[in-house]
C-alpha cells in the first residue's frame, strides 16, 4: 500500500479499517463520495425521526414531566441518533462524507443539552444534504430549523415596533442575528457594527417555529416581525420573510463569506496554520461557483499540500476513538455506546460544544497532558479486547508506510499483544491526520 492511499483515508476521512480495499486512484475514491445519495445513520424503526415525531414525543414529554415521570422520549432521542451517528462513522466506507458532515455541524453549532432530541434530525434535515450542494442552501435551511432558532433564541425575538411587540414585554434578541455574521458567514472582517448587528436580528424577527400542532416546523410570525425597511452592511433589505431570505443569501455569497468558510475548510484538513496559497485556491473555487460546496471539497482534494507527509493535524479526540475502533474493526452496534462515552471521557461530548463557535481545530487546544494520558489509557483497554491482532499488521494496514520504524520496533519488543497494540494505537504517528 502506497502513501497516497493512506492519506487519503486518515487526512480525508477517519482512517482505515485493516479489512478496507486500497483504492487505486485514492483522489478518485474521494471524489466519488461527493456523489449525492449516499446513506446517513440507521436508526431504530420504532424511534421517532421527522421533526413532526420529535415534537408529538416531546408533548408527551411534557405531560410525563408534569406527572413527576422525567422526559423518557427526548432522552431516549438523543441517544439514539447519537449511537446511529457514530456508528455510521465508525463502519462507514465513506469517510469523507462523514467528515464533511461533522464540519459543517460543528460550524453551526447547535448544543446537545439545550436542543438534545432535536439534533440529530437538525443534522439529518439541514446539514446532511447540503454538504456537497451550495452554502446558501445550507444557511437557510440551518437558520429555518427549530433546533438552531431554539439554541439561538431567535423563536421569540420580537420587533419593537411590530403588533407583538406594541404588546409583549419580550422584545428583539440578537444571538442569532450576531452568531450568523460573527461565526457562519462574514465574520468581523467585513467590519459589520453593532448597528449592523440589531438591525439584522430585526431582519429576523419573526423567524420562528411550531412545536405543537401542524405543520410542526418553521413559521413566519408576521406579527412578531419588525415592519420597514432595514440596512444591514449598507445594503436594504425589504420587510417580511423574504428580506431575510435575500438578506441571508447575500451574506452566504459574499466575499468574506467564501475567505472564511475556506481558511476553515483548508484549517481542518490540511494544517493548523493554512498555507496560504492553499486557501486561495479553495476560496476561489467558493467564489467561482458562488458557493458549491463540492467544487471548494475537490479543490481541496486536488491541493498538493494535502497529499504531502507527515501528516501534521492532531487528531481531536472524536476522531481519535472513531479511528482507532476502525483500527481494531469494531462493529458499530457494539462500539457506538462506548464511543459516544469515551467521548465524554476525552473531553469532546458528541454534539456538546460549549458555545456557538463550536469545538476547536487546533493541536494546541486537545494536547494538554491529562486529555493524552485519558487517551493511551483508553486504547489500553481497547487493546485488551482486540488482543490476539498481530499489531504489525493493524499498523500496516492502518498507517502503511506512514507508520515510523521505533514504533514497529517497539511494538515488536512488547511483552503482550495487548501492549503491542497500545504501543501502535498511540503512537505519534496514529495521533495524527
Do not use: C
Not at 462493529?331 to 464511543?339: E, F, I, K, V, Y
Amino acid at each position: 500500500m502506497d502513501a497516497p492511499a493512506v492519506i487519503a483515508a486518515i487526512r480525508f476521512g477517519h482512517g482505515r479499517r485493516p479489512s478496507d480495499p486500497v483504492p487505486p486512484d485514492p483522489a478518485a475514491w474521494l471524489e466519488a463520495q461527493l456523489a449525492p445519495g449516499l446513506p446517513g445513520p440507521a436508526l431504530p424503526a420504532d424511534l421517532p425521526t421527522t421533526l413532526r415525531a420529535v415534537f408529538l414525543a416531546q408533548v408527551e414529554d411534557a405531560a410525563s414531566a408534569r406527572a413527576g415521570m422525567g422526559r423518557p422520549n427526548g432522552r431516549r432521542i438523543a441517544t439514539e441518533e447519537a449511537a446511529a451517528a457514530v456508528a455510521l462513522a465508525i463502519e462507514s466506507p465513506n469517510g469523507l462524507r462523514e467528515r464533511l458532515v461533522a464540519f459543517w455541524t460543528n460550524h453551526f453549532t447547535v448544543a446537545r443539552a439545550k436542543v438534545g432530541p432535536l439534533v440529530g434530525v437538525y443534522v439529518r434535515d439541514a446539514i446532511r444534504p447540503h454538504v456537497t450542494g451550495r452554502f446558501e442552501d445550507m444557511l437557510l435551511a440551518v437558520v429555518r430549523h427549530p433546533a438552531m432558532l431554539s439554541y439561538l433564541d431567535n423563536q421569540n425575538s420580537i420587533g419593537p415596533e411590530s403588533p407583538s411587540g406594541q404588546r409583549a414585554r419580550r422584545g428583539l434578541n440578537e444571538n442569532l442575528a450576531r452568531e450568523i455574521l460573527e461565526l457562519h458567514t462574514v465574520t468581523p472582517a467585513a467590519r459589520y457594527t453593532q448597528a449592523d448587528v440589531t438591525n439584522f436580528a430585526k431582519v429576523l424577527t419573526g423567524w420562528s417555529f411550531i412545536a405543537a400542532r401542524e405543520p410542526h416546523g418553521f413559521e413566519f410570525r408576521a406579527r412578531a416581525h419588525e415592519p420597514g425597511d432595514k440596512t444591514v452592511l449598507g445594503r436594504t433589505w425589504p420587510e417580511g420573510e423574504q428580506g431575510g431570505v435575500q438578506a441571508l443569501t447575500w451574506l452566504a455569497r459574499h466575499e468574506a463569506t467564501h475567505r472564511h468558510l475556506a481558511t476553515k475548510l483548508v484549517r481542518h484538513f490540511v494544517a493548523d496554520d493554512p498555507p496560504p496559497e492553499a486557501v486561495r485556491t479553495v476560496f476561489a473555487a467558493l467564489r467561482d461557483t458562488r458557493g458549491d460546496l463540492a467544487a471548494a471539497t475537490r479543490a481541496l482534494i486536488r491541493l498538493p499540500a494535502a497529499w504531502s507527509p507527515p501528516l501534521t493535524k492532531l487528531r481531536t479526540p472524536s476522531d481519535y476513538v472513531v479511528a482507532v475502533l476502525r483500527a481494531v474493526e469494531a462493529p458499530g452496534d457494539q462500539a457506538d455506546r462506548m464511543a459516544v462515552g469515551t467521548m465524554n471521557y476525552l473531553g469532546q461530548p458528541l454534539w456538546g460544544a460549549r458555545a456557538p463557535i463550536g469545538w476547536p481545530d487546533v493541536a494546541a487546544d486537545w494536547a494538554a497532558p491529562e486529555t493524552m494520558l485519558r487517551r493511551v489509557e483508553w486504547a489500553n483497554g481497547v487493546s485488551a479486547r482486540g488482543a490476539g491482532r498481530d499489531a504489525a499488521d493493524v499498523a500496516e494496514a492502518t498507517l502503511g508506510p506512514l507508520v515510523r520504524p521505533e514504533t514497529l520496533r517497539a511494538a515488536a519488543r512488547a511483552g503482550s499483544a495487548r501492549e503491542a497494540l497500545t504501543i501502535v494505537l498511540t503512537s505519534p504517528e496514529f495521533h495524527r491526520r
